[in-house]
């Protein structure tokens, strides 16, 4: 794949920093850092303003510790800046590669992506909200957004290569105007067809699960992967996700809690239901 549409983003103070990168169609375009909203693991999410359009934006700043990790990022952000326009998939305004002299936290660059910005913040956010006091979602409300959410994975599904997104959880749904909600992340993101041909394909692929695949939600499928079958679209995750949506966590968030075994449990389907279920 031709990695294109990147560029060179010069860097000052983290407060006062400038951002130069190129939308997909080459132009330049400028935003100013005004705040830091979250930190992962490997990214960290800054809220930047455009002063030309007058709306912020966010940052996704993804640390690349190798030469490898680069362009893994580099592909993500590749891949999101070409999406095509849907009211379920995040939009990638503009990227950039930043190359990092001071080596902060061993890192040799950052992979710089300007999305758009959502007030609400996650669908997992929005549940933790609900679930401190105890408010369910109306079943209107879940109808509407698994609606929403679907419609996203058909868009990622109907692409020229059909891809699947393999982290479906409510951390990668963002929440816009009237509670709409929108896929992100595409880290995660692979061809529908993964077949297995070989002990290193399988090997393989267990690999990138344990790595971009969050336990709770994680297909059966992709904790073994089974030489000679293959790893179709199907989405046990958006099961999952749908579940958490009802009980406040996914069916194998109880599982891990136990201390059991997540992998056993999901490739059994053994699934806990609460016992006060029917009254929700």
């Known amino acids: 794949m031709v990695l294109r549409n990147f560029c060179l983003v010069g860097c000052t103070d983290p407060?006062?920093?400038?951002?130069?990168?190129?939308?997909?169609?080459?132009?330049?375009?400028?935003?100013?850092?005004?705040?830091?909203?979250?930190?992962?693991?490997?990214?960290?999410?800054?809220?930047?303003?455009?002063?030309?359009?007058?709306?912020?934006?966010?940052?996704?700043?993804?640390?690349?510790?190798?030469?490898?990790?680069?362009?893994?990022?580099?592909?993500e952000a590749n891949f999101q800046l070409n999406l095509p326009d849907h009211p379920n998939l995040l939009s990638c305004i503009a990227s950039g590669l930043q190359h990092v002299s001071r080596r902060k936290q061993g890192a040799i660059s950052?992979?710089?992506?300007?999305l758009s910005y959502s007030k609400r913040g996650t669908l997992q956010r929005e549940i933790n909200h609900r679930s401190a006091r105890n408010v369910m979602?109306?079943?209107?409300?879940i109808k509407t957004m698994m609606i929403g959410i679907c419609d996203g994975l058909i868009a990622l599904l109907s692409l020229d290569i059909p891809m699947s997104h393999r982290d479906i959880k409510p951390g990668n749904i963002l929440l816009f105007e009237e509670?709409?909600?929108?896929?992100?992340?595409?880290?995660?993101?692979?061809?529908?067809?993964?077949?297995?041909e070989s002990i290193r394909d399988a090997e393989k692929w267990k690999e990138f699960a344990e790595e971009n695949c969050s336990l709770t939600y994680r297909a059966p499928e992709l904790f073994n992967p089974i030489t000679y079958e293959t790893i179709t679209e199907k989405a046990?995750?958006?099961g999952c996700?749908?579940?958490?949506?009802?009980?406040?966590?996914?069916?194998?968030?109880?599982?891990h809690a136990r201390g059991d075994s997540v992998a056993l449990a999901a490739c059994s389907a053994n699934i806990y239901f609460p016992i006060d279920s029917c009254s929700k």
Do not use: Q
Request: hydrophobic share 45%; aromatic share 14%; glycine share 4%.
């Open 15 to 75: 407060c006062n920093e400038v951002v130069r990168v190129k939308d997909a169609s080459g132009h330049w375009k400028t935003f100013y850092v005004r705040d830091k909203l979250d930190t992962g693991g490997f990214s960290r999410i800054d809220l930047v303003f455009d002063k030309v359009s007058k709306r912020s934006f966010a940052l996704k700043r993804i640390l690349c510790h190798s030469k490898n990790d680069e362009s893994k990022a580099l592909k």
């Open 110 to 114: 950052e992979v710089l992506l300007v």
């Open 137 to 141: 979602f109306p079943l209107y409300l």
């Open 241 to 255: 996700l749908f579940y958490a949506l009802v009980f406040f966590k996914s069916p194998m968030d109880f599982v």
């Open 236 to 238: 046990d995750s958006l």
């Open 179 to 196: 509670m709409r909600p929108v896929l992100m992340d595409f880290g995660s993101a692979t061809p529908s067809i993964l077949p297995i």
